[in-house]
């Protein structure tokens, strides 16, 4: 599985956009990004995946570079609900495959009012 | 529709004893996999089980120990409980086929106090 480098902590001022970037440079070709958060003491939610293509769906928009050796996920207007840790994996997930997530220390964001 | 459920939400054994946790997935999903978080090593893959068998397994001691049932549910066991087994527990359940790489729901864990 391909290893991901996340900045481990970012602050946001609150109604901004939150930009948060995630390298992972020796991604193959058939492996996903995923994205998911932890907010304090509950489990981690599933935010967004992509392939190769731009996503968006109602909590964020995924942007994978050209490459695919780096994204950025983006919460278009930050709240304070959105302080969390954001976990960034590269994995396969296909139907029927063995699926475990390999999670690594992720950005602790802070949106601030 | 209902989440992941895990029952208890918290626990305190006592050192030497044995514990199981319970969890169970959204309805139609097939797939059922659990983490173990702890502030040191953060969240680490124990094991996964699909349609009652266990296809993957993390790299732990033979004392963490699970198991599906017909209707999806899950249970997982530990024995012979350490002070380091102390974490946050969770289970994620996935449908497993047809929806490819959907991702994973969890639930909102167990916290295990090992006294």
């Known amino acids: 599985d391909a290893k991901t480098t996340q900045p481990p902590s970012m602050d946001c001022a609150e109604g901004r956009a939150a930009n948060l970037p995630c390298n992972h440079s020796?991604?193959?070709?058939?492996?996903?990004v995923y994205w998911y958060r932890q907010i304090h003491s509950q489990g981690p939610q599933y935010i967004i995946h992509?392939?190769?293509n731009n996503e968006t769906n109602e909590m964020a928009s995924l942007i994978i570079t050209e490459d695919r050796k780096s994204s950025t996920l983006i919460l278009p207007h930050a709240t304070l609900r959105d302080t969390a840790v954001y976990y960034c994996i590269v994995r396969v997930l296909n139907e029927g495959s063995q699926g475990n997530l390999i999670f690594g220390k992720g950005t602790k964001l802070s949106v601030k009012p | 529709k209902a989440g992941v459920t895990q029952t208890p939400r918290y626990l305190i054994k006592t050192r030497g004893q044995q514990v199981t946790l319970s969890c169970s997935p959204i309805s139609g999903h097939r797939s059922v996999s659990w983490y173990q978080q702890t502030p040191g090593q953060g969240l680490q893959f124990l094991f996964e089980y699909f349609s009652e068998t266990q296809r993957n397994k993390g790299n732990f001691p033979g004392r963490f120990s699970g198991r599906q049932f017909s209707n999806s549910r899950s249970e997982m066991n530990v024995s012979t409980l350490e002070l380091g087994d102390s974490a946050l527990y969770l289970c994620a359940s996935r449908h497993g086929t047809g929806q490819g790489v959907a991702g994973y729901t969890f639930g909102s864990g167990t916290r295990l106090t090992v006294v």
């Open positions: 992509g392939l190769k």
């Open positions: 020796t991604i193959s070709g058939n492996e996903y």
